[in-house]
């Protein structure tokens, strides 16, 4: 049956025709080499052909009736009993699987078969996950990742920070007791970067900034002195038995420049024990100097003695000028509220 569907071969292009038509051609103006013409009856030769065949193809029915008279036709010279209804199924069949197709057996040179169709996808593929292998692995490699890499990385980093601290602590001090506890900080320090500690790191980096912070102030602590303004008060409580109970006596403070500037300081509130950045507070004094300070302001309603204490660039705690009955007083607690 697959000898019947076999189309004949397109004919052979006759050179006399091919003649002809360049002659039809140079008539009409237009002269073509005989290549040229070759090339063009070819071309119409395979039109013609697949003309023939499209024809064919949309005719099956007429194709499918000549191959069932011919199949008969063979069937009863060969004196085979083969029924029509036998050689119609036959056709169908044959019809139906024409256009069938059917995976190869797998196999090797199957596989490969596949890779090759698909090789532009696979190229894309392996590049994309390469570079994201790459980035990750980049990242990892880099410390931006949870783990002892970047612990370390982290580590050093804050070593740095806190040497460059220590740096500035010790172009602004002349204080060896300063220099000595900086020197401690940073043996304590180079122990923790071993460990990867860096939290513990970022710790003493808080300490050591506050302290290069407080070593660069420099202010004098005086006692304001406005007619109408509170300069000392006394700190009353109540005590489990109802009873008002005197705490202490206490100075208000302010912390200025040399201009003038305010200058705010931290200052741990006794009663509340939290630090505060002010510029204004108040410092525990003795009765006798409370009562001394305010039987100068109540004189004229101005006070004279106002200076309660310097505080030096390079040094770390404030210097009490401020004389009490026995001499400079020692300091007491401060307060930020009241």
Same mark, same amino acid.
């Given at each position: 049956?697959?000898?019947?569907?076999?189309?004949?071969?397109?004919?052979?292009?006759?050179?006399?025709?091919?003649? !002809?038509? @360049?002659?039809?051609? =140079?008539?009409?103006?237009?002269?073509?080499?005989?290549?040229?013409?070759?090339?063009?009856?070819?071309?119409?030769?395979?039109?013609?052909?697949?003309?023939?065949?499209?024809?064919?193809?949309?005719?099956?029915?007429?194709?499918? /009736?000549?191959? =069932?008279?011919?199949?008969?036709?063979?069937?009863?010279?060969?004196?085979?009993?083969?029924? /029509?209804?036998?050689?119609?199924?036959?056709?169908?069949?044959?019809?139906?699987?024409?256009?069938?197709?059917?995976?190869?057996? %797998?196999?090797?040179?199957?596989?490969?078969?596949?890779?090759?169709?698909?090789?532009?996808?696979? *190229?894309?593929?392996?590049?994309?996950?390469?570079?994201?292998?790459?980035? %990750?692995?980049?990242?990892?490699?880099?410390?931006? %990742?949870?783990?002892?890499?970047?612990?370390?990385?982290?580590?050093?980093?804050?070593?740095?920070? #806190?040497?460059?601290?220590?740096?500035?602590?010790?172009?602004?001090?002349?204080?060896?007791?300063?220099?000595?506890?900086?020197?401690?900080?940073?043996?304590? /320090?180079?122990?923790?970067?071993?460990?990867? +500690?860096?939290?513990?790191?970022?710790?003493?980096?808080?300490?050591?900034?506050? #302290?290069?912070?407080?070593? *660069?102030?420099?202010?004098?602590?005086?006692?304001?002195?406005?007619?109408?303004?509170? !300069?000392?008060?006394?700190?009353?409580?109540?005590?489990?038995?109802?009873?008002?109970? =005197?705490?202490?006596?206490?100075?208000?403070?302010?912390?200025? /420049?040399?201009?003038?500037?305010?200058?705010?300081?931290?200052? =741990?509130?006794?009663?509340?024990?939290? *630090?505060?950045?002010?510029?204004?507070?108040?410092?525990?004094?003795?009765?006798?100097?409370?009562?001394?300070?305010?039987? +100068?302001?109540?004189?004229?309603?101005?006070?004279? +003695?106002? #200076?309660?204490?310097?505080?030096? @660039?390079?040094?770390? +705690?404030?210097?009490?000028?401020?004389?009490?009955?026995?001499?400079?007083?020692?300091?007491?607690?401060?307060?930020?509220?009241?």
């Amino acid at each position: 049956m697959a000898q019947q569907q076999q189309q004949a071969p397109p004919p052979a292009i006759d050179s006399a025709e091919v003649e !002809s038509a @360049r002659e039809v051609m =140079r008539e009409q103006g237009q002269d073509f080499t005989l290549v040229e013409m070759t090339r063009i009856m070819d071309v119409a030769s395979t039109l013609r052909r697949e003309q023939a065949l499209v024809e064919q193809q949309l005719n099956i029915d007429q194709v499918k /009736a000549k191959l =069932r008279e011919r199949l008969l036709a063979a069937a009863e010279v060969s004196g085979d009993s083969i029924s /029509a209804e036998q050689v119609d199924v036959a056709v169908e069949h044959y019809y139906d699987r024409l256009h069938t197709y059917q995976d190869p057996p %797998f196999g090797l040179g199957t596989a490969l078969a596949h890779v090759y169709v698909r090789r532009g996808t696979i *190229m894309k593929w392996a590049i994309a996950i390469g570079a994201v292998v790459a980035i %990750f692995w980049g990242l990892l490699a880099g410390g931006f %990742f949870p783990g002892e890499r970047r612990d370390a990385k982290l580590a050093n980093q804050a070593y740095e920070r #806190l040497e460059e601290t220590n740096e500035a602590i010790r172009q602004v001090t002349n204080n060896s007791s300063i220099e000595k506890e900086a020197a401690a900080t940073l043996a304590t /320090a180079k122990a923790l970067r071993e460990e990867g +500690d860096y939290q513990a790191l970022e710790g003493l980096i808080a300490k050591q900034q506050l #302290l290069a912070q407080t070593l *660069m102030q420099q202010y004098e602590l005086t006692i304001p002195s406005v007619p109408g303004q509170e !300069s000392a008060f006394p700190m009353d409580y109540t005590d489990a038995n109802s009873q008002t109970v =005197r705490s202490g006596y206490y100075v208000v403070v302010e912390a200025k /420049a040399a201009d003038g500037t305010p200058v705010r300081v931290q200052v =741990r509130d006794r009663q509340t024990g939290k *630090m505060t950045t002010t510029s204004k507070w108040a410092e525990q004094v003795p009765a006798a100097v409370y009562n001394r300070l305010k039987e +100068d302001k109540q004189a004229d309603g101005l006070l004279d +003695d106002r #200076l309660f204490g310097v505080k030096q @660039r390079g040094e770390r +705690d404030l210097e009490v000028r401020m004389q009490g009955d026995s001499g400079v007083l020692d300091r007491g607690g401060q307060l930020t509220e009241w």
